[in-house]
């Protein structure tokens, strides 16, 4: 009796132990991203988690890696082809499976299909310290929150859903001719970005913490930026920026690689003629001088993801 008793308790003891999985899932290679899908809205890009429900769109490995293991871009080291090809996935989580589970039941998922072996060690990496300068911030402090309904207009483009749903609307060309749009939704609130002659980008963000201005900031320089101000809370930034900034940070994000070719665009899908600006970013440094911070060249010990081994193509559903 106490045999099987304790064969029991070693069962029961191995079956909690095991990472929580996706009861099912789909793994397909994603579409390139056409004009008429973005005109239409019907980007199907990034992650959402909606009635027991992930879906993820246009991801690349290395991409789903940082969002298996919570961790930033810069923080994944593996191969160079992590970045290239790109996929879509469909799961049902388990009854009783929270939002807070997802990375761990993501990170099951790429061990079995993608047998992907990974671990973590502190790397020293060259960053940008993000800092308050000598005269300190110029920027304010953003109010509390206040709950908002569910938005019932029309939006030009809608990312996500429910409480991760982005909307972006069009600005009408104003009396100086400049274009731009508004985002609302996600952690930054409200954004209003306006585009000038010579494509000089204004943003306005609603509210904003210093560790999402330096996770904003890292895609368009030529190493990370790690948050060093030690103000906390959210804040009302402004930041200008220019089209190769923007350009730059689609780059490196690998957005602009899916648009399809033949579109009258340039390489990366972007506005023929135009190049990405110097890596060293002059405008960007200017941008963040004006809201009193600074940006400063450090070596810092950085917890990273490293890549052992991982397939290119994941088994079969």
Not at 17 to 38: D, K, L
Not at 293 to 300: T, Y
């Amino acid at each position: 009796m106490r045999k099987y008793l304790s064969l029991s308790v070693l069962a029961a003891v191995a079956s909690f132990a095991q990472q929580p999985a996706f009861e099912v899932a789909s793994i397909r290679s994603a579409a390139q991203i056409t004009p008429e899908a973005v005109t239409s809205g019907k980007l199907h890009v990034g992650m959402k988690i909606e009635a027991g429900r992930m879906d993820i769109g246009f991801l690349s490995l290395r991409e789903l890696i940082r969002l298996a293991y919570d961790v930033k871009p810069f923080q994944v080291s593996g191969p160079e082809w992590m970045s290239a090809q790109r996929f879509d996935i469909l799961a049902k989580l388990p009854d009783g499976a929270t939002k807070e589970q997802v990375p761990v039941m993501l990170r099951t998922l790429l061990e079995e299909r993608f047998k992907l072996v990974a671990h973590r060690e502190s790397r020293e990496q060259p960053v940008y310290s993000l800092e308050v300068a000598k005269n300190g911030p110029k920027f304010k402090e953003a109010p509390a929150p206040t709950a908002q309904p569910a938005p019932q207009d029309k939006a030009d483009m809608v990312i996500g859903a429910g409480d991760q749903q982005v909307r972006i609307n069009r600005i009408s060309p104003g009396q100086n001719g400049a274009q731009g749009m508004i985002v609302s939704g996600g952690e930054n609130g409200t954004t209003k970005v306006s585009v000038g002659t010579g494509g000089q980008m204004h943003m306005e963000m609603e509210r904003v913490t210093m560790a999402n201005l330096a996770q904003m900031l890292t895609p368009m320089l030529d190493r990370p930026v790690v948050d060093h101000t030690g103000l906390t809370g959210a804040f009302q930034i402004a930041l200008d920026l220019s089209m190769q900034d923007m350009m730059q940070a689609a780059r490196s994000s690998g957005i602009a690689a899916g648009i399809a070719p033949g579109t009258g665009a340039g390489p990366a899908g972007l506005a023929p003629g135009l190049t990405a600006s110097d890596p060293s970013g002059g405008s960007i440094f200017m941008s963040v001088q004006q809201l009193g911070l600074r940006l400063e060249k450090q070596k810092a010990p950085i917890e990273t993801i490293v890549v052992d081994s991982v397939e290119k193509n994941p088994t079969d559903n």
